[in-house]
T-cell receptor, first 113, second 114 residues
Framework: DAKTTQPNSMESNEEEPVHLPCNHSTISGTDYIHWYRQLPSQGPEYVIHGLTSNVNNRMASLAIAEDRKSSTLILHRATLRDAAVYYC??????????????FGRGTQLTVWP | NAGVTQTPKFQVLKTGQSMTLQCAQDMNHEYMSWYRQDPGMGLRLIHYSVGAGITDQGEVPNGYNVSRSTTEDFPLRLLSAAPSQTSVYFCASSPQGAQTYGYTFGSGTRLTVV
């Protein structure tokens, strides 16, 4: 199973940008990079995903390194509601792990007012 | 459109009892999965399904059974509950293909085995 490595925790002040890094050096060519977040006492919530190109949506931006061995989730202006555990996950589009998500421990983001 | 619905939200079982955690989705998603989350940990995959009639094991399948007779439902059965199965269980569904949107998760079932 492709693995990802994330810092255990990060902190930010409200209304500042946050860059959450993820390393995935064993990524295969058919793996998509997915990000989820989990607020306290809730199920995970899909945030964004990408394959090779940078992606933007209403929640965040995803910057993918040219060699695809790392990526960064960017929250442009952190709010208190963004305090959560953020998971970087590789999702296979084919093969024996098709459709599965493997969660690590993620990054606990603390946002200070 | 209710999304992913899990029932019950809370359950207490005695060791050795059996029960079924229910999961239903109304989005016509092909993929469905069950996860468990222990305190301070990430989610671990128990079983998953890529379509009706097709199921396979995840990381921690022992003590759990699943079946997928319809696209909408994916129940998780605990055969003989053990205290080690005390956890929060999440069901999730997704359209086919990683290039689509991600999984939608239910709100979870908090299970305590005494």
């Amino acid at each position: 199973d492709a693995k990802t490595t994330q810092p255990n925790s990060m902190e930010s002040n409200e209304e500042e940008p946050v860059h959450l890094p993820c390393n995935h050096s064993t990524i295969s060519g058919t793996d998509y990079i997915h990000w989820y977040r989990q607020l306290p006492s809730q199920g995970p919530e899909y945030v964004i995903h990408g394959l090779t190109s940078n992606v933007n949506n209403r929640m965040a931006s995803l910057a993918i390194a040219e060699d695809r061995k790392s990526s960064t989730l960017i929250l442009h202006r952190a709010t208190l509601r963004d305090a959560a555990v953020y998971y970087c996950i590789l999702r296979a589009d084919r093969g024996s792990t098709l459709g599965r998500l493997y969660f690590g421990r993620g990054t606990q983001l603390t946002v200070w007012p | 459109n209710a999304g992913v619905t899990q029932t019950p939200k809370f359950q207490v079982l005695k060791t050795g009892q059996s029960m079924t955690l229910q999961c239903a989705q109304d989005m016509n998603h092909e993929y469905m999965s069950w996860y468990r989350q222990d305190p301070g940990m990430g989610l671990r995959l128990i079983h998953y399904s890529v379509g009706a009639g097709i199921t396979d094991q995840g990381e921690v399948p022992n003590g759990y059974n699943v079946s997928r007779s319809t696209t909408e439902d994916f129940p998780l059965r605990l055969l003989s509950a053990a205290p080690s199965q005390t956890s929060v269980y999440f069901c999730a569904s997704s359209p086919q293909g990683a290039q689509t949107y991600g999984y939608t998760f239910g709100s979870g079932t908090r299970l305590t085995v005494v």
